[in-house]
């Protein structure tokens, strides 16, 4: 479950900016639901994300993600705890550079201190079925744009977190791979994974009808 009542938040100090990068957002997603992100270049939709990946904390308001309040005074080791349960495909990927793509989508597997052979083998599994069987052993630089968003995806999706928050990630896929993952990303809420998806995909926002949250201007100006 996410829940949010009136969250407020903005980049740099409050004095001196215009306006805040997020303004008095309300929505709540059961668990297992699904929420497009929709809005215009700079709407704020990677801030919020990057609020509900923990990244940030709300300047004000309530925020409550899989049944714990996110407040200034919330203890250190449970946001650790929570962020176990938090997976983020990042816009930019963030694949750690000297790390094979095995090892990059192990990397939740083993924080989680999972036996060596059983991370081996859903690796390898997942690896394959997202059409990188063949580059498990290479590195990051070695793959392209669309390699490198699919081994993200993959990253986030491998340890089954409870809340998967995905940053435009079909940008760099062709629309066969768009919608494998997208499909990938609907059977896991039916699996009680919650996932919200920012694009501008209208096309695929339009093949898999779903409830969005529309961002403006920081402003949450629909949620349907
Ligand atoms: N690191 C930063 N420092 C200061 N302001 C920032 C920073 N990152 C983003 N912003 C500002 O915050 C606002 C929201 O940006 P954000 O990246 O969340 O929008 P977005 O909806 O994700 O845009 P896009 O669709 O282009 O990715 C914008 O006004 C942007 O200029």
Request: with cysteine; hydrophobic share 40%; glycine share 8%.
């Amino acid at each position: 479950m996410i829940r949010l009542e009136k969250v407020t938040w903005q980049h740099g100090p409050s004095a001196g900016r215009e306006r805040e990068t997020l303004a008095n957002i309300s929505f709540a997603v059961p668990q297992g639901g699904f929420r497009w992100l929709l809005g215009p270049s700079g709407a704020g939709k990677s801030s919020l994300l990057r609020l509900l990946h923990l990244e940030a904390l709300p300047r004000s308001g309530t925020c409550e993600l899989l049944g714990t309040s996110i407040t200034p005074h919330v203890k250190r080791s449970a946001l650790a705890r929570l962020r176990q349960r938090i997976s983020m495909v990042h816009q930019d990927y963030r694949l750690m550079p000297t790390l094979s793509i095995a090892d990059n989508v192990g990397l939740p597997l083993r924080l989680q201190k999972r036996d060596e052979d059983e991370v081996a083998q859903e690796v390898s599994t997942l690896l394959t079925w997202m059409g990188l069987g063949a580059r498990q052993s290479s590195c990051p630089a070695e793959l392209s744009g669309g390699e490198q968003q699919r081994t993200a995806i993959a990253r986030a999706v491998v340890s089954r977190p409870a809340i998967i928050l995905a940053d435009e990630p079909t940008n760099a896929l062709d629309e066969a791979q768009a919608v494998r993952v997208l499909t990938m990303l609907r059977e896991l809420t039916a699996m009680g994974t919650t996932v919200i998806v920012a694009t501008h995909n209208d096309a695929l926002v339009r093949r898999y009808p779903a409830p969005a949250l529309h961002l403006e201007h920081g402003k949450l100006i629909g949620d349907e």
